[in-house]
């Protein structure tokens, strides 16, 4: 067996001479600007998403109501002192609107996006984000059902 196929220090290869090259696949992020070319000013933005929420709000069981009304405090508060990303706005923006739109997949989407890139800044908020659009995913499974009432059993 011949040994000039061991490497050796007189011979020597480019490393990753023999590897395949590197595969650049890579999913674009959502963003802010996908999907909403026409944003409102801030100032507007923020009174749609206080209307839809505090109307969210209304519809709780009193137990939760001050702990959900709490949380969107939070986030009412920091969005006037300017601490949150003008990113993470449109995205809220976003969520309000696909909730309007009774976009269920829209909406768990930009939660999603909300949760992973802007965690640290909406920790304690960003969960009570998620219940209206549960309360949305359970109207449309009901909605569903009863479009879909030719075909269970006559009982």
């Not at 908020?125 to 909605?143: D, K, N, T, Y």
Request: hydrophobic share 30%; glycine share 4%.
């Amino acid at each position: 067996m011949s040994s000039e196929n061991y490497r050796s220090p007189t011979k020597s290869h480019e490393p990753g001479w023999n590897d395949p090259p590197p595969k650049i696949v890579s999913k674009p992020p959502v963003s802010a600007s996908d999907g909403s070319d026409n944003i409102p000013s801030r100032e507007e933005m923020f009174g749609k998403i206080q209307t839809v929420f505090d109307e969210y709000v209304q519809r709780v069981e009193e137990s939760r109501r001050s702990t959900v009304q709490k949380r969107f405090n939070l986030m009412y508060q920091q969005w006037t002192d300017k601490k949150l990303p003008e990113v993470l706005e449109k995205l809220i923006y976003m969520l309000v609107t696909a909730l309007l739109d009774q976009d269920v997949n829209r909406a768990n989407a930009v939660h999603r996006t909300i949760v992973c890139d802007h965690g640290s800044v909406c920790v304690m908020w960003a969960p009570v984000l998620r219940h209206p659009i549960m309360e949305l995913q359970q109207q449309s499974e009901e909605a569903g059902n009863d479009n879909n009432s030719i075909v269970q059993p006559i009982q």
